[in-house]
């Protein structure tokens, strides 16, 4: 089935650690976005990416960063610049033409230790 | 920048009754999409209804259909005879079309939907 798959679920950062969160698509969408929820709130934009190896900051890009080098991944990583990183991670991804509606992955909750 | 404004924290009804959520947006723009997303506890995004700003006529899928004013810049959604699995919060969003853009999502603080048996 087609999809976008996040991983992990639930991740826990020590202070002063860098880690990465899994964003993979098979639904052949050429642009995929990173969002950040925090309780009680809506989805603020991290990063994006129209399309292979060319990314943009959204934002809340502070402390982040990402890589496109397939166009099927689009990987997340939580510096240790991120002072407040406790949150949902969501990623999504749509085409790039017509509505360009986004389809969401399940998301991960990262907590710190 | 654009904004989007959900006012109603929190909501319920009644099992098979209908409600109504509202949402105000503010942009300059004339061209843009609206959409009605729905993250029930699993907490999944879950895309509910579209709508095309350069459309008259209101969107409908099934129970879920929108009432939207472009020169109010309003946008409710509907959900008729309400059902158990419809209880999450609602998210309102915007996307602009300007090819300048980022083509990001601009969303709303949400509303907390439950539904009573």
């Known amino acids: 089935d087609g999809g976008i798959t996040q991983s992990p679920k639930y991740l826990f950062r020590k202070e002063g650690q860098n880690v990465t969160l899994s964003c993979e698509q098979n639904l052949n969408h050429d642009a995929m976005y990173w969002y950040r929820q925090d309780p009680g709130q809506g989805l603020r934009l991290i990063y994006y990416?129209?399309?292979?190896?060319?990314?943009q900051k959204g934002d809340i890009a502070e402390g982040y960063s990402v890589s496109r080098e397939k166009k099927e991944s689009f990987p997340l990583t939580v510096t240790s610049a991120q002072k407040n990183p406790t949150a949902f991670y969501l990623c999504?991804?749509?085409?790039?033409?017509?509505?360009?509606?986004?389809?969401f992955g399940p998301g991960t909750r990262l907590l710190v230790l | 920048a654009q904004t989007v404004t959900q006012s109603q924290p929190e909501m319920s009804v009644q099992e098979a009754e209908t409600v109504t959520l509202s949402c105000t947006y503010d942009t300059s723009e004339s061209d843009y999409y609206l959409f009605w997303y729905k993250q029930p506890p699993s907490r999944q995004m879950i895309l509910v209804i579209r709508q095309e700003a350069y459309k008259q006529q209101n969107a409908t899928e099934n129970r879920f259909s929108v009432n939207f004013q472009k020169a109010a810049k309003s946008f409710s959604l509907k959900i008729s005879d309400s059902q158990l699995g419809d209880a999450a919060m609602y998210f309102c969003a915007y996307r602009s079309v300007s090819s300048g853009s980022a083509r990001q999502l601009t969303f709303g603080s949400g509303t907390q939907l439950t539904v009573l048996p």
């Open positions: 990416s129209q399309i292979v190896n060319d990314f």
């Open positions: 999504a991804s749509s085409l790039r033409r017509g509505p360009e509606t986004q389809y």
